[in-house]
């Protein structure tokens, strides 16, 4: 069993390398990479089939050593956190091969495309804190490659800063990584980059202070958090449609996800510590950023002052500690990736068919686009927190657990839902209802059978999820409660103690 998830992470490098060995031309490479990609969602899928639910540790679990004198191991494994995000990044690829059309030298996007799935696949599941940074770092070169090769007129500058912003900020992290293997070493005599090895180690609280600062500074500039959040409006106005789809739905989750995998158990009492400040920052990316989506004139920029918007609600639910807070802002991270995943592919549908994302240039695209329009509205609900919608669940349970902890910041983020609603109709009426604007509008086709094929699976998720959420919130949750218990453990500190136990007290 545990030789599925290695197979899971090394099939579509395998398949990149096949392609790459000119084995595949380029006029089968995309129905090639379909069939790899529908093979991958279906391991991955398996995963959660035989995933023990009564099991809050890890599963799937390998570990080889690789350089025993330095401690690294190739050491993967999941458990309820990381599976959905591992089924995510397989689900959103293969909607992006489908989608994926009339693309210059599409063999080397689909090759660029299956290397990175491998790498964030490889980012949910490494135990072992040198394989993590790997796969971490090694993320940027597929995303940097897509925007740079394949887009807007600015993709040089938008590719370059997306590069730098994040390189640079993982080199903190780094420094993290390598003193925290130190103070390990220092303690035990043994030189170990094992995570589990790393959870058994308590730190004094100041050293936590100092490396959970360096830790958040890699991490938050993935996400991004305000006021690190500058190059993301640009990767996402610059990148291809496909980029920008993987770059929402998947690439900014790896970001949340460090801070629950580690900042949050490796320094439970820095974790406690920074709640307040983190949580304003949260506060300000959701009004702030929620601000300027508003005032944007491009419908691709909108959704990514959105994305960074609906990233504060996840971080400050990760940071209420609580396992409903923490357990939502997982929820919250797959429900983003899909809403977010299928706004930027609708916002690329309409670009194919006008070459503008500019909004004034749209007006009464429902009347010839019906069907378009539906689907937008559906997935738009979704954006807002509308209840029945998947967005809705995830996005009530993290403000539901930041309540405990501070109900005026709580009430303030919890604002966002209203500008998030503002903005978005604001979007929705001038592009879709009013009278047609521009006479070449009026010849727009409705959604074709390729369109439908990657769109009609995300509507029906988000609903679904919406409705009934607890065949992933019951896997996710065992997990968290197990988190949040082994942080109360480490704690060395009363009062975190005493708050873990306040936030998870049931009233």
Same mark, same amino acid.
């Given at each position: 069993?545990?030789?599925?998830?290695?197979?899971?992470?090394?099939?579509?490098?395998?398949?990149?390398? &096949?392609?790459?060995?000119?084995?595949?031309?380029?006029?089968?490479?995309?129905?090639?990479?379909?069939?790899?990609?529908?093979?991958?969602?279906? #391991?991955?899928?398996?995963?959660?089939?035989l995933?023990?639910?009564?099991?809050?540790?890890f599963?799937?679990?390998?570990?080889?050593?690789?350089?025993?004198?330095?401690?690294?191991?190739?050491?993967?494994?999941?458990?309820?956190?990381s599976l959905?995000?591992?089924?995510l990044?397989?689900?959103?690829?293969?909607?992006?091969?489908?989608?994926?059309?009339?693309?210059?030298?599409?063999?080397?996007?689909?090759?660029? #495309?299956?290397?990175?799935?491998?790498?964030?696949?490889?980012?949910?599941?490494?135990?072992?804190?040198?394989?993590?940074?790997?796969?971490?770092?090694?993320?940027?070169?597929?995303?940097?490659?897509?925007?740079?090769?394949?887009?807007?007129?600015?993709?040089?500058?938008?590719?370059?800063?997306?590069?730098?912003?994040?390189?640079?900020?993982?080199?903190?992290? #780094?420094?993290?990584?390598?003193?925290?293997?130190?103070?390990?070493?220092?303690?035990?005599?043994?030189?170990?980059?094992?995570?589990?090895?790393?959870?058994?180690l308590?730190?004094?609280?100041?050293?936590?202070?100092?490396?959970?600062?360096?830790?958040?500074?890699?991490?938050?500039?993935?996400?991004?958090?305000?006021?690190l959040?500058?190059?993301?409006?640009?990767?996402?106005?610059?990148?291809?449609?496909?980029?920008?789809?993987?770059?929402?739905?998947i690439?900014?989750?790896?970001?949340?996800?460090?801070?629950?995998?580690?900042?949050?158990?490796?320094?439970?009492?820095?974790?406690?510590?920074?709640?307040?400040?983190?949580?304003?920052?949260?506060?300000?990316?959701?009004?702030?950023?929620?601000?300027?989506?508003?005032?944007q004139?491009?419908?691709?920029?909108?959704?990514?002052?959105?994305?960074?918007?609906?990233?504060?609600?996840?971080?400050?639910?990760?940071?209420?500690?609580?396992?409903?807070?923490?357990?939502?802002?997982?929820?919250?991270?797959?429900?983003?990736?899909?809403?977010?995943?299928?706004? &930027?592919?609708?916002?690329?549908m309409?670009?194919?068919?006008?070459?503008?994302?500019?909004?004034?240039?749209?007006?009464?695209?429902?009347?010839?686009?019906?069907?378009?329009?539906?689907?937008?509205?559906?997935?738009?609900?979704?954006?807002v927190?509308?209840?029945?919608?998947?967005?809705?669940?995830?996005?009530?349970?993290?403000l539901?657990?930041?309540?405990?902890?501070?109900?005026?910041?709580?009430?303030?983020?919890?604002?966002?839902?209203?500008?998030?609603?503002?903005?978005?109709?604001?979007?929705?009426?001038?592009?879709?209802?009013?009278?047609?604007?521009?006479?070449r509008?009026?010849?727009l086709?409705?959604?074709?059978v390729?369109?439908?094929i990657?769109?009609?699976? #995300?509507?029906?998720?988000v609903?679904?999820?919406?409705?009934?959420?607890?065949?992933?919130?019951?896997?996710?949750?065992?997990?968290?409660?197990?988190?949040?218990?082994?942080?109360?453990?480490?704690?060395?500190?009363?009062?975190?103690?005493? &708050?873990l136990?306040?936030?998870?007290?049931?009233?």
């Open positions: 069993m545990e030789l599925l998830l290695n197979i899971v992470l090394f099939l579509p490098i395998l398949a990149a390398l &096949f392609m790459f060995s000119r084995r595949v031309d380029n006029n089968f490479a995309k129905p090639f990479v379909v069939a790899v990609s529908i093979f991958e969602l279906c #391991l991955a899928l398996c995963l959660w089939l995933f023990d639910d009564g099991n809050a540790g599963q799937f679990v390998t570990q080889i050593s690789l350089i025993p004198s330095f401690g690294v191991s190739y050491y993967i494994g999941i458990d309820g956190i959905f995000l591992v089924i990044s397989a689900f959103m690829t293969l909607i992006c091969v489908i989608f994926i059309h009339n693309v210059e030298n599409i063999k080397n996007f689909l090759i660029a #495309l299956l290397f990175l799935e491998s790498i964030m696949i490889g980012v949910f599941i490494s135990l072992d804190m040198i394989l993590f940074y790997l796969f971490w770092e090694f993320s940027l070169v597929p995303m940097l490659y897509i925007i740079g090769a394949w887009g807007s007129e600015r993709k040089i500058y938008a590719s370059v800063k997306f590069f730098l912003y994040t390189f640079s900020a993982s080199l903190v992290m #780094l420094f993290g990584i390598l003193y925290f293997a130190y103070l390990y070493y220092s303690a035990t005599g043994i030189l170990s980059f094992n995570l589990m090895d790393w959870y058994m308590q730190l004094d609280f100041d050293i936590q202070r100092w490396l959970f600062v360096a830790f958040f500074i890699g991490i938050a500039v993935k996400i991004p958090m305000f006021p959040h500058t190059w993301l409006p640009y990767a996402h106005g610059q990148a291809p449609t496909v980029g920008s789809i993987i770059l929402a739905a690439l900014l989750k790896m970001g949340s996800y460090a801070f629950i995998r580690f900042s949050l158990p490796l320094f439970p009492d820095a974790s406690i510590y920074f709640i307040i400040p983190i949580a304003i920052l949260c506060v300000i990316m959701v009004i702030y950023t929620a601000m300027i989506a508003f005032a004139d491009d419908m691709k920029q909108v959704i990514a002052y959105s994305s960074i918007s609906h990233m504060g609600v996840i971080v400050l639910g990760t940071f209420s500690l609580s396992a409903e807070g923490v357990s939502g802002s997982i929820f919250f991270m797959l429900s983003h990736g899909i809403v977010s995943g299928a706004l &930027f592919m609708m916002v690329g309409l670009y194919d068919r006008t070459h503008t994302k500019i909004i004034a240039e749209y007006g009464g695209i429902a009347k010839v686009m019906p069907k378009f329009t539906l689907i937008f509205a559906i997935i738009l609900m979704g954006s927190g509308l209840p029945l919608t998947m967005g809705f669940v995830g996005e009530f349970l993290s539901l657990g930041f309540f405990k902890v501070n109900i005026i910041l709580t009430i303030l983020a919890g604002s966002g839902i209203i500008l998030g609603a503002v903005y978005m109709l604001h979007l929705f009426r001038n592009v879709f209802l009013g009278e047609i604007k521009i006479g509008n009026l010849e086709k409705d959604i074709d390729r369109e439908k990657s769109l009609i699976p #995300l509507v029906l998720i609903i679904w999820l919406g409705i009934y959420p607890k065949p992933i919130l019951d896997r996710i949750d065992l997990s968290v409660k197990n988190l949040v218990s082994f942080m109360y453990e480490k704690s060395i500190l009363n009062e975190s103690k005493e &708050f136990i306040k936030v998870n007290r049931r009233d």
